[in-house]
């Protein structure tokens, strides 16, 4: 049984920074890529952020510069460093990882979401 569990969410001011942290518990041989979605009220879930086992990233564009996502695969831990924030940035932020329980193929799994307010 796998489980992403994630921290870090809260309420910050605009201009104000926040790192989210997943991990990842459980059994499973191994992780592939890693990641983070958001979903603002009314709106549909979008990728904010990705990286596969060799540290290879991408970003949305609307974060380019602004977030930086990274993984310590000892730790099975990946985490999202948010900087600048502004109001837009409010969501629900969800972290993902593609994880083999056998060795033919690899399932995506699913935290159930931090709440990231950015509001004075």
């Known amino acids: 049984q796998v489980q992403l569990v994630e921290s870090g969410g809260g309420l910050v001011q605009p201009g104000g920074s926040l790192r989210l942290s997943c991990v990842v518990s459980?059994?499973?041989?191994?992780?592939?890529?890693m990641g983070w979605y958001r979903q603002a009220p009314g709106k549909e879930r979008e990728l904010v952020a990705a990286?596969?086992?060799?540290?290879?990233?991408k970003y949305a564009d609307s974060v380019k510069g602004r977030f930086t996502i990274s993984r310590d695969n000892t730790k099975n831990t990946v985490y999202l460093q948010m900087g600048s924030l502004k109001s837009e940035d409010t969501a629900v932020y969800y972290c993902?990882?593609?994880?083999?329980?056998?060795?033919?193929?690899?399932?995506?799994?699913w935290g159930k979401g931090t709440l990231v307010t950015v509001s004075l």
């Open positions: 459980g059994s499973f041989l191994s992780i592939n890529a």
């Open positions: 993902y990882g593609e994880i083999k329980t056998t060795p033919l193929y690899a399932m995506v799994y």
């Open positions: 990286i596969t086992t060799d540290g290879s990233t």
